[in-house]
Every structure is written in C-alpha cells, then in structure tokens.
C-alpha cells in the first residue's frame, strides 16, 4: 500500500519557469512532510519541510505547500536552472514517529 | 557540524559472499540511524532503523541484517548475498525533534 505517491514518474520544464512537483498521501496521520532532492549515485538531499499545522513553506526558490483536506503537497521551484535536474522525493512523517515514508520520486529535467 | 561517512563508496561481489557496509556519524549525540535501500530506477525503501545502540527494528524481511554496535555507527550485514541484493544502499540519521533524515553518500553494490 503506498501511503504517499508521487504520480508523474518525470517532469520536464524551461529553464527560468516554474517547476511544480505533485505528491500525494493517504493518511491523516502524517504531521510532517519533506522533501528531497537527489543527485545520481548521491545520497538525497533535505530541501524543505512544512509541518501539518502549516499550509504553505518557503525557502528562497522554493516553496512547499500543503492541501490537508486534498491530502495534496506540492513543491514549486521558481525560477528553475539546471542545477535543479535531479530526482525529487516528497516524504512523510507518522505523528510521533522515528521513520519516514517516501514516494517514489519524480525526475526533474530542466531544459535550456 | 554534523557529517555521515559510509564506505565503501562502490562493492563489487559474487553471489553467496558475505557483506559488510559500515556507516558512522560525527557531531552528534544519540542518533537515529537508518538503512535505505534504491534498486535501479526505483524509490527509497527502508530497511532497518535504530534508536539506540542495539535496538534495531527491521522494516523489510530478506537477506539482510543490521547491526549497532556503538551510539553513532551502524552497519548492514548479510552472511550471502543474492543476485536482488544489488542496488544503492543509503544510510541517514535524525535527532529527534521533526524527524529530518539526513543521508550518507551511498554505496552501490553489485552482486554477480
């Protein structure tokens, strides 16, 4: 059962647009959602995090906004460069728990 | 700052060998420690976790074991490897508080 998808396997944008990257979960018990940027053969990097109690986060080029009742996060890159293309991660938190959830990434391509 | 080492960055191995990954954490305190693995174009599945120095909870059955013999070192073992072994193994920590996970570099294994 995938507690937290994410549905388009990739997503290609111009460089200087924005990037929107979708995820979705199905338990009302999550209270915290992150997301990770990885390289190839790297690990995932932290970007940004947003904590149910918030419905939107932001941090310079990104921001993270989260729908409760639409069970929806969604993370918005502007402007994107092409240091952004990497494979992106939405995760979640149980409430009170030591482990996160992952989706199965989106691959981010950004086209000169 | 706090940093995470894991070596070897890259294993090669026959079916039926032994395995040994260590992963270490520097400036930090009572870590959770966490063993993820990436197979080929796949997402982040985690393995095993750890709240404290021989508490391990094993998220997946298989052919692998996991090991914390001291508060910031972890280790992923397993007696004989299979050929579904192969894949990106991924260690992470956290301290407490929203449960950021912060990853190690990653190891690639191959399993021939």
């Known amino acids: 059962d995938q507690q937290v998808k994410q549905n388009s396997p990739s997503l290609s944008v111009q460089e200087g647009r924005i990037s929107i990257l979708n995820c979705d979960y199905t338990n009302s018990m999550f209270d915290y959602f992150l997301w990770y940027k990885k390289y190839p053969a790297e690990g995932p990097t932290f970007l940004i995090s947003?904590?149910?109690?918030?419905d939107k986060n932001e941090d310079g080029r990104f921001t993270v906004f989260l729908n409760k009742s639409a069970k929806h996060l969604s993370l918005h890159i502007v402007p994107s460069q092409p240091g952004d293309s990497a494979v992106y991660f939405c995760a979640a938190r149980f409430q009170g728990a030591q482990k996160l959830v992952f989706g199965q990434g989106t691959r981010l391509t950004i086209n000169p | 700052s706090q940093t995470i080492h894991q070596w070897p960055a890259t294993l090669v191995q026959p079916v039926g060998s032994p395995l040994s990954l260590e992963c270490t954490v520097e400036g930090t305190s009572n870590p959770n420690l966490y063993w993820y693995r990436q197979a080929a174009g796949r997402g982040l599945q985690l393995l095993f976790y750890s709240v404290g120095i021989g508490q391990i909870s094993s998220e997946v059955p298989q052919n692998l074991s996991a090991s914390r013999p001291q508060d910031r070192q972890f280790i992923l073992s397993s007696k004989k490897l299979l050929l579904s072994d192969s894949g990106f193994y991924l260690c992470a920590w956290s301290v407490g508080g929203d449960g950021t996970q912060y990853f190690g570099p990653g190891t690639r294994l191959l399993v021939l």
């Open positions: 947003i904590s149910s109690i918030k």
